[in-house]
């Protein structure tokens, strides 16, 4: 079956500092990466839509300056979470789809800004 | 915008069967999908359904779509142990099929 993976799983930060989360399609080639944010009990906002070669599309309410988001291959997209608060402390989940198929999901990435 | 709602949460005794509901609004939705999501974990794709379809069995799963109510549920056959996970339902619509999740249903399986 189709194999997403995250990197790291657990990061812990100082407020202010820069954190980077990879996201990778182990055994196929993810035309298109969702970037997830899921809140303690609660369900998974999308932030963003990114398509691989071409400029993200953030969700309403989702700065684009603070979570870069980039997909420069078919196996491999990254977020930036760019001078980190504790406030963007949460469960970071990554999906990937191949064209005309499901989604796959990351096992996520648990960030904890210090 | 779209919107997907579930109960909370749902006990059932091992061995019975779990039913989980859930509703939404989109109209155009072309898929309906149900995850599973273990503690501290990604979400793992259990089954989906297109829109034209009222039902679908895989093994113990069954799901049921009742398009004209926007009704879409997941009966869990002899519930067991390992089950007890958060459920989520998702519509997926569009080009790019992104989802809207649900809140997510917190199922418990007592011994």
């Given at each position: 079956?189709?194999?997403?993976?995250?990197?790291?799983?657990?990061?812990?930060?100082?407020?202010?500092?820069?954190?980077?989360?990879?996201?990778?399609?182990?055994?196929f080639q993810a035309t298109t990466m969702f970037w997830y944010r899921q809140f303690p009990k609660?369900?998974?906002?999308?932030?963003?839509?990114?398509?691989?070669?071409?400029?993200?599309?953030?969700?309403?309410?989702?700065?684009?300056?603070?979570?870069?988001?980039?997909?420069?291959?078919?196996?491999?997209?990254?977020?930036t979470v760019t001078s980190a608060h504790p406030e963007d402390s949460s469960f970071y989940i990554c999906s990937a789809r191949e064209i005309n198929n499901e989604q796959?999901?990351?096992?996520?990435?648990?960030l904890t800004v210090l | 915008g779209e919107d997907v709602e579930q109960s909370l949460f749902l006990s059932v005794r091992e061995g019975d069967s779990s039913v989980i509901n859930c509703t939404y609004t989109d109209s155009s939705s072309t898929y309906l999908y149900w995850y599973?999501?273990?503690?501290?974990?990604?979400l793992q794709l259990l089954?989906?359904?297109?829109?034209?379809?009222?039902?679908?069995?895989?093994?113990?799963?069954?799901?049921?779509?009742?398009k004209k109510d926007k009704h879409l549920s997941l009966r869990i056959a002899d519930t067991q142990t390992g089950d007890s996970a958060i459920y989520f339902c998702a519509e997926g619509s569009g080009s790019a099929r992104q989802l809207t999740f649900g809140s997510g249903t917190q199922l418990t399986v007592l011994p």
């Open positions: 079956g189709a194999v997403v993976s995250q990197h790291p799983s657990r990061v812990i930060c100082k407020s202010g500092t820069s954190v980077k989360i990879e996201c990778r399609s182990l055994d609660q369900s998974l906002m999308l932030m963003a839509t990114s398509n691989e070669g071409s400029k993200a599309t953030y969700e309403q309410g989702v700065e684009k300056d603070k979570f870069l988001i980039n997909h420069a291959s078919l196996t491999l997209s990254t977020l796959f999901f990351g096992p996520g990435t648990r | 599973k999501q273990e503690p501290g974990a990604g089954t989906y359904i297109f829109s034209n379809m009222d039902m679908k069995q895989d093994q113990r799963l069954t799901v049921l779509l009742n």
